[in-house]
């Protein structure tokens, strides 16, 4: 049994027949056998249990979603199987098209809808999330939560807590993640939250991984301590006299001693050879940066570096031809695309997001075929598109992000590195942590022997979500009832419990040593006494200000409303009946404490207030426990507080325009319900329609754009038009501000000349790349492909105009056509 995975007991001799039948069935689709955690992960599927398994990259977590959906189509029920990534749904797409056929298998990413009914629907999280939140379950009885690890992810996390929240209880959760430390925890969430699920811990690989060590000089080294002073001492040896000079002052100062080892990139020639020499090739080769990637590309051209075996020369070409053949849309003469095609023709691979979605197609094949020995790739190469390599070039430990450069975490090197090692073809893989200088020595050692990072919560509430909570649930504490069901709030329970723990022992010992023990009960006790008495002033507060507001609502709307309305502040504030009866019941437990008769309470309560400091830790704590327990909630209410500043909240219901957020899927759904409903949009072509609605599509790499610039020197009335866009935008982000709401607003003319000429019907692709984008192909492509969701997402809404959904429709016709149609798919 591999070392570090306890199998779980399931006694398939309580399996029902025909479920043992079709796993029996299931497994002899495969001519080879199942390790012990899949075979775990399968049992418990078809006893309906549900699942998450937490394995490394390439350990086979695909096998068990394989079975979830045989088994959900031998039973004719159907199944969603969702991912966090339009590439990676494509791709399984694609894959299960091949396994199940095309009748069988429907895809929905935003801006394609193919078989939407079919019995297995790939689709993104997001569309997912959305048809919970309306109670929309069409029949799905299970759901593959693939790269559920996600949940970790800043911008997005939230998805996934929203879909497990809303999920109804029949439906069979297997959830699919990278190895994380807290997989028990969020097991134990989503059982409390959803319905049991049953965690499936496997962190051995396939095939065993070693980490080497790559200096400037190519050579290698264990990750191990008495390395890092080898490596050191090779660095200074390696030194200018000035700079070993410079070297014995900084020395002398302590904690500045690091400071003049430079940076210096490794040549990627010199990992790519020391691979090559013991044949650890194919290698996928990360950078994290995109023009880093293309350099190096360009760099072992110049050299005239080939790594492909001559007689295999026709091979390639054959296969390029193809894909030009399919997709003849591809400008082979622009610079990049000129790249990458010799490239290819070398043996050598570029793969990031600005490259054509039909070229890093062709890289993955090539390399597939073993065809390709290096490709040269970012970081999201690692994220479920499968190319195993034998060995993985770590070409850097730190990564540039919006807020500026950063290390490498764990899991991220362990999700690139998980690509080494071809299970039945490597005995082992290799993964390369090349070292740009001696500070980065002791980080690389951490990295290797580290354990990956436990997910932490990235619930958040956004428009959509809060408007999609009103619109179907109403009541406030229904609503609050759903927000605290979030991984976040369960996280935060367990923070507020060792809070509080640690006040209690914080209190004993400041107790101790200011002699305040008292000789009925603990301190404690006394200060829980004084907590809930707190608690219940704050209650008599709130509800003398209810009472006060819930007067007026009814001097202004006359007897007999019959409801709160949820445009004043007396709807999300709760019932005034319901909290009385709440106040009594709050009454009865503090009278019912005993220290609420003791004699001794008063001298005690003197003496606390006397303690300075443990009347500050008390105070510091109880800020924490409350923020803690309220955080998510008063989150909610910002958004309605914005909601109701533009009257988006009508007598207990969304206005037209608040149903439209409810409707939308974007990073912030108030903006794009501004601009529709501001009347911007009225009487524009198709052309000057999707020009405008780009400029909402999220924050692109780089927003100055001198194309549009030029462009809207000659639309005057565009121009006025984009003006008062810019205003909308300020004006959601001034009163975001005011509410202490820190959703994106994002509005730029990065994409505007591209989109009008192209929707104008310009078919000259390359020269509308380069005269009014200036950008890579990939980012324009997928710029498109949003806004075309974008576009469609408000041509469905039954809240718009007849006339401007007809325009919306004609400008999404254009926009998807040609490459931008060819690479829909891919």
């Keep these: 049994m591999p070392k570090g995975y306890e199998p779980i007991e399931i006694d398939s001799s309580a399996m029902p027949r025909d479920a043992q039948a079709l796993v029996d069935s299931f497994r002899d689709r495969y001519p080879f056998p199942f390790d012990r955690f899949q075979e775990d992960a399968i049992g418990l599927i078809a006893e309906g249990s549900s699942v998450i398994v937490s394995a490394p990259t390439g350990a086979g977590k695909t096998l068990i979603a394989e079975f979830a959906i045989f088994r959900a189509l031998a039973h004719q029920h159907r199944i969603a199987y969702t991912t966090p990534l339009k590439a990676l749904s494509n791709q399984k797409y694609a894959d299960f098209i091949r396994q199940w056929g095309g009748e069988t298998v429907g895809i929905l990413t935003g801006d394609v809808k193919v078989n939407p009914r079919a019995p297995l629907v790939v689709m993104t999280t997001e569309i997912l999330r959305n048809k919970f939140y309306r109670g929309e379950c069409e029949g799905f009885r299970y759901v593959v939560l693939d790269e559920c690890h996600y949940m970790g992810n800043v911008g997005r996390g939230t998805v996934w807590e929203e879909i497990i929240i809303n999920c109804p209880p029949e439906v069979q959760l297997v959830a699919l993640s990278a190895t994380v430390s807290n997989i028990s925890e969020i097991a134990e969430w989503i059982g409390q939250t959803h319905r049991p699920i049953r965690p499936i811990h496997h962190p051995v690989r396939p095939v065993p991984l070693q980490y080497l060590l790559c200096d400037q000089e190519g050579q290698l080294w264990p990750p191990e301590p008495a390395s890092v002073r080898r490596i050191l001492h090779a660095f200074s040896a390696g030194r200018s006299v000035s700079e070993s000079r410079e070297m014995g002052r900084w020395g002398r100062r302590g904690e500045r001693r690091h400071r003049p080892f430079r940076r210096r990139t490794l040549d990627e020639s010199i990992a790519i050879s020391a691979l090559r020499a013991r044949r650890w090739l194919p290698a996928i080769y990360f950078i994290f940066s995109r023009s880093g990637c293309e350099r190096a590309l360009a760099r072992m051209l110049e050299r005239g570096e080939a790594l492909l ?37 070398r043996g050598v691979g570029l793969h990031h997001a600005g490259v054509l979605p039909a070229l890093k197609r062709l890289t993955e094949i090539l390399f597939e075929r073993g065809l390709v020995q290096v490709v040269f790739a970012t970081e999201t190469m690692s994220l479920g598109i499968h190319m195993p390599a034998k060995s993985v070039v770590i070409g850097g430990l730190r990564k540039r992000t919006d807020l500026g450069f950063r290390g490498l975490t764990v899991g991220e090197l362990f999700q690139m590195a998980g690509r080494a090692g071809r299970r039945g073809i490597d005995p082992e893989g290799t993964c390369l942590l090349t070292l740009d200088s001696a500070e980065t020595v002791e980080d690389a050692v951490r990295l290797v022997r580290g354990d990956p990072e436990p997910i932490d919560s990235r619930f958040r509430i956004g428009y959509s979500s809060a408007a999609l909570l009103i619109e179907m649930q109403r009541e406030p504490e229904a609503i609050r009832k759903t927000i605290e069901k979030s991984f976040g709030q369960f996280q935060n329970r367990r923070k507020i419990e060792a809070s509080r723990k640690d006040q209690e022992e914080l209190i004993r010992r400041l107790a101790d040593a200011e002699g305040m023990a008292s000789p009925c009960c603990p301190v404690s006790t006394l200060i829980e006494y004084r907590e809930q008495r707190a608690a219940l002033e704050q209650e008599r507060e709130r509800i003398g200000m209810l009472r006060v507001a819930t007067a007026r609502a009814g001097r202004r709307g006359g007897r007999g409303r019959g409801r709160r309305s949820a445009g004043s502040p007396t709807f999300f504030w709760g019932d005034y009946e319901e909290s009385r009866a709440k106040l009594d019941a709050m009454a009865l437990a503090l009278s019912q404490m005993p220290c609420h008769r003791c004699a001794e309470r008063s001298l005690r309560e003197r003496q606390l207030k006397q303690s300075r400091r443990l009347g500050q830790m008390l105070e510091r704590h109880h800020q924490t426990q409350q923020q803690l327990q309220n955080s998510y909630w008063e989150q909610f209410l910002r958004i309605v507080g914005i909601l109701q500043h533009f009257d988006y909240l009508d007598d207990g219901r969304l206005s037209a325009e608040g149903r439209v957020i409810a409707s939308l899927r974007h990073d912030n759904e108030l903006l794009v319900a501004r601009v529709v409903f501001s009347g911007l949009l009225k009487g524009l072509s198709p052309e000057e329609l999707a020009a405008l609605l780009s400029c909402l599509i999220e924050e692109p790499r780089t927003t100055e754009q001198p194309a549009a610039r030029l462009f809207l020197r000659d639309q005057a009335h565009l ?70 969701d974008l576009c469609r997402q408000l041509e469905e809404s039954p809240e718009l105009p007849a006339d401007l959904t007809h325009t919306l429709s004609r400008a999404t016709a254009m926009l998807d056509r040609g490459i931008v149609l060819e690479s829909a798919l891919i």
């Design 309 to 345: 075996d001559p007689a295999r020369g026709a091979e390639v070409e054959e296969v390029i031809q193809q894909t030009l053949l399919d997709y003849p849309s591809i400008s082979p003469e622009s610079d990049l695309n000129q790249l990458i095609l010799r490239g290819l023709r």
């Design 719 to 788: 121009r006025r038009r984009v003006k008062t866009l810019e205003g909308l935008s300020q004006e959601v982000d001034k009163v975001q501000r005011s509410y202490q709401v820190q959703l994106p607003v994002s509005m730029h003319t990065t994409y505007l000349a591209a989109t009008h000429r192209w929707v104008s019907g310009e078919d000259d692709w390359l020269a509308l790349v380069e005269q009014s984008f200036g950008g890579h192909e990939g980012d324009l492509i997928r710029a498109f492909r949003r806004l075309i």
